[in-house]
């Protein structure tokens, strides 16, 4: 399995649960983001545009885990100091101290899984 098809699965969980945000893969230019919404039930889109080409495994994963930001910032929404972000990485500067440590834990965990999957010789 690719770099990249590795990424997708180990984000799999955080994807499914994304309303707005999804990976493909387009002939001839490769895995892009996708921003916008599909309709689920009837399996098409009703707005999508492309928003990265990634360029590399690397690329995807700092796309991935920024959707994986977005998440949890809307997730705690309601502990946290500001209503939204330019930058959703600031996040990491401003969880409160309750919440530090869990966000900690979970953002190493995912860290320590792209690395694993970067390091891979291919």
């Known amino acids: 399995m690719d770099k ?3 990424l997708i699965a180990v ?4 994807l499914e649960k994304s309303k707005d945000y999804h990976i493909s893969y387009i002939y001839q230019v490769g895995y892009v ?4 919404l599909l ?3 009837e399996k098409q889109n009703v707005s999508m545009v492309v928003d990265e080409i990634f360029t590399s495994p690397e690329k995807m994963a700092e796309s991935l885990l920024c959707n994986w930001r977005w998440q949890w910032f809307y997730e705690n929404k309601d502990l946290l100091p500001r209503k939204d972000y330019d930058d959703i990485c600031k996040l990491d500067y401003e969880v409160p101290d309750c919440l530090k ?7 190493l ?4 899984k792209i690395e ?3 390091q891979k010789e291919t």
């Open 4 to 6: 990249y098809k590795e």
């Open 116 to 118: 694993a999957i970067l």
């Open 39 to 41: 309709g689920k039930e």
């Open 11 to 14: 984000f799999s969980d955080v």
């Open 33 to 36: 983001s996708l921003v916008g």
């Open 109 to 112: 965990s995912w860290q320590e």
């Open 101 to 107: 440590e869990q966000y900690r834990q979970v953002m």
